[in-house]
């Protein structure tokens, strides 16, 4: 089972670190990817990493401010949010892909964790 958490309200220009963890699995040979959802839009891709390598991918939107970690130790997914903006509000969820594959798209990913709630208020 996924778990998202460490959202919260921030001013802009501010940052928060969400993490995503994994019960009763590793994220060994998996993809972990972030998504969000704003009120009224669909799902959009924010990053992905691949646990093999730390291989990493950015949405355009994030790229220089956000960046997408992986504890092996811990087993656990990071996401550092730099320079938060207004438009960065949202639901953020993490998935994992057990293919290990780079993927931008939601339906690629098999597991779903449910979302933690991140505001930026201007």
């Known amino acids: 089972q996924l778990q998202a958490f460490g959202g919260g309200l921030v001013q802009a220009g501010g940052s928060l670190r969400l993490s995503c963890t994994a019960s009763?699995?590793?994220?060994?040979?998996?993809?972990v990817g972030w998504f969000r959802q704003a009120p009224g839009n669909e799902r959009e891709f924010v990053a992905t990493?691949?646990?093999?390598?730390?291989?990493?991918v950015y949405a355009d939107s994030v790229k220089g401010r956000f960046t997408i970690s992986g504890d092996n130790a811990k087993n656990t997914v990071y996401l550092q949010m730099n320079s938060l903006k207004p438009e960065d509000t949202a639901i953020y969820y993490c998935?994992?892909?057990?293919?290990?594959?780079?993927?931008?798209?939601?339906?690629?990913?098999?597991?779903w964790g449910r979302g933690t709630l991140v505001t930026v208020s201007s």
């Open positions: 990493i691949r646990w093999s390598g730390m291989n990493t």
């Open positions: 009763g699995r590793t994220f060994n040979n998996y993809a």
């Open positions: 998935a994992v892909d057990t293919y290990g594959r780079i993927l931008s798209h939601a339906l690629g990913y098999d597991y």
